[in-house]
């Protein structure tokens, strides 16, 4: 049971919480001990409060999972957990974030619940309307970034915001492409499933998906040699870590068209070993050269 309440969680989709450390980065302020631990504890309020959501998001969705190939497995869908005590575990979760946002800005408070509310009516509405779906989750990720900004009360450049926002649409294209061929061969159970894919194709997606890489490579490259970002870091050294970025939207559209993965983006990012390595190397490489130690 104990188990069963974890990947109720979703504890291994806290890893797209990572974006609230994007602004610490990128501020010079990553070794900063006080802005650090600021960022760690709004971290783990998005932790939670993305837990909230996925609790609620399976409720609403159970009949739909249980004729899932793989969501079917999920705890509230197999019934190995009660609706009813999700809904307590809810209520346990809800107690640790409100108190903790006593102690935060009111600008941050303020996204947590819109972040909340965003994904509530994505829950409800917005994953069945086409496109605007994709966008939604590219919203969440933005709040995340601009979250992390507030939190250390820093400016956080707008091509990194941009880059953000066209990377979370290319993920979410690519979600949607890889349950479209999950499901290819049961046209009726796609739209049993997941309403909102009877309005894709794979040519869709795979165009959207391609216009999406193609704005994060040019958004990030952008930010890269903008005037901004050269003044601050005092050097044009960051576009060195560009072809890290451009090998990881290969590697990730490599792993969705050839083998069929990417409905579960966070797998791909703690599974595919060429994808850590590609991320550990951006983030070391990129330390190296923002804070000049090399």
Request: glycine letters at 4%; charged letters at 15%.
């Amino acid at each position: 049971m104990f188990k069963d309440y974890l990947i109720l969680l979703r504890i291994p989709q806290w890893i797209k919480n990572t974006f609230l450390f994007v602004p610490l980065l990128f501020s010079l302020n990553l070794f900063e001990l006080s802005f650090l631990g600021k960022t760690i504890a709004g971290f783990f309020i998005f932790c939670l409060t993305s837990s909230i959501v996925y609790i609620i998001n399976d409720i609403n969705d159970i009949e739909a999972d249980r004729v899932h190939p793989v969501k079917k497995k999920r705890p509230l869908a197999a019934g190995k957990i009660t609706i009813k005590n999700a809904y307590t575990v809810v209520e346990i979760l809800c107690i640790p974030v409100l108190i903790s946002l006593l102690f935060f800005d009111l600008k941050f408070a303020l996204l947590i619940f819109f972040y909340f509310l965003l994904n509530l009516f994505y829950s409800i509405s917005f994953k069945h309307i086409v496109i605007l779906d994709i966008f939604s989750i590219a919203a969440g990720f933005m709040i995340r970034v601009i979250s992390g900004a507030f939190i250390i009360n820093v400016e956080i450049s707008n091509w990194l915001i941009l880059t953000t926002m066209f990377i979370s649409i290319f993920l979410a294209a690519m979600k949607r492409h890889s349950e479209l061929r999950l499901l290819i061969n049961d046209r009726e159970q796609n739209i049993s499933t997941r309403k909102v894919l009877s309005e894709y194709s794979t040519y869709l997606t795979g165009q959207i998906s391609t216009v999406a890489a193609s704005a994060v490579v040019i958004c990030y490259a952008l930010y890269t040699v903008s005037q901004r970002t050269v003044k601050v870091f005092g050097n044009e050294n960051l576009i060195f870590t560009t072809p890290f970025v451009v090998f990881g939207i290969f590697r990730y559209m490599y792993l969705v068209y050839m083998n069929d993965e990417g409905e579960n983006t966070t797998q791909i990012m703690i599974r595919d070993v060429p994808m850590i390595v590609t991320v550990f190397l951006y983030i070391v490489t990129s330390i190296l050269i923002i804070y000049r130690l090399l």
